[in-house]
């Protein structure tokens, strides 16, 4: 599905990514842990296709094509979905407007026929009751005024509704209270399947204890320093970063 090796990246001329490879598996979710300023969110950027950072060297093959040969919204079409630490707001733009744009501009590129006002309805209020939303969500412009648990919300119901086969989540849990961070994990499960993989930017291991995930990669001065299963999580919650930070 994924194999990212040597990937370096900076920003101007300073060094972020300084060689990470790593391989994910078709259906598999990798979490990514690590201190800040260790290079997660640059990782997930770079593989979404930002052009805040610029890549010195390496490649990354997403089913079987160069992944930095294609402009961000290839990257979009070609089933990779990035869901942001900060989701941005859109002023003047509806969500429901947004979001039925999406849908079908990835139906058109998949060879699939656009869905119809009706049809739509009936698949956003489905994913709705997962994310337990409320509808009026939908009439709102996209992530104007919501709190920051909703605008999470949001971005799982995005997901949930492009159907990716590769997501990207940047510190979804971050700033959710107990119940939001129930939910949105929940919403992330509902996408378990052989033909989503998961990329999931973490630094608590809360999140993992409703996400299980395959594996744990601890990323440190921008690069992988450690990988295990999903104990590997609960061990960084008692001992902390430290010791590999220094390694």
Not at 66 to 80: K, Y
Not at 180 to 200: D, H, K, T, Y
Not at 216 to 235: C, F, M, N, P, W
Request: charged residues 25%; contains cysteine; negative net charge.
């Amino acid at each position: 599905m994924l194999s990212i090796r040597n990937l370096h990246a900076r920003v101007g001329d300073k060094p972020i990514l300084k060689g990470i490879n790593l391989e994910v598996g078709t259906g598999e979710i990798h979490a990514i842990m690590g201190p800040n300023g260790s290079g997660k969110s640059t990782l997930s950027s770079v593989l979404a296709g930002r052009d805040d950072y610029e890549v010195s060297d390496g490649e990354v093959i997403y089913m079987g094509q160069n992944l930095l040969d294609l402009e961000p919204e290839e990257r979009a079409w070609a089933g990779v979905f990035l869901s942001f630490q900060y989701p941005v707001e859109i002023p003047g733009v509806k969500n429901i407007y947004l979001l039925k744009a999406a849908v079908n501009a990835i139906r058109e590129h998949r060879g699939l026929p656009e869905l119809k006002a009706g049809e739509f309805l009936r698949l956003v209020r489905e994913k709705l009751k997962v994310m337990q939303m409320d509808e009026a969500f939908l009439h709102r412009n996209v992530n104007e005024g919501f709190s920051g648990g909703e605008k999470k919300r949001n971005e799982i119901l995005q997901m949930q509704l492009l159907e990716p086969t590769l997501a990207l989540l940047d510190e979804t849990d971050s700033g959710l209270d107990v119940d939001a961070l129930r939910v949105v994990g929940e919403g992330i499960n509902q996408m378990r399947s052989p033909e989503c993989s998961v990329l999931l930017i973490t630094h608590y291991q809360r999140l993992l204890d409703i996400v299980e995930p395959d594996f744990v990669h601890v990323l440190a001065h921008g690069e992988i320093k450690l990988s295990g299963d999903h104990t590997l999580a609960e061990k960084l919650e008692r001992e902390g970063y430290e010791g590999i930070e220094a390694a």
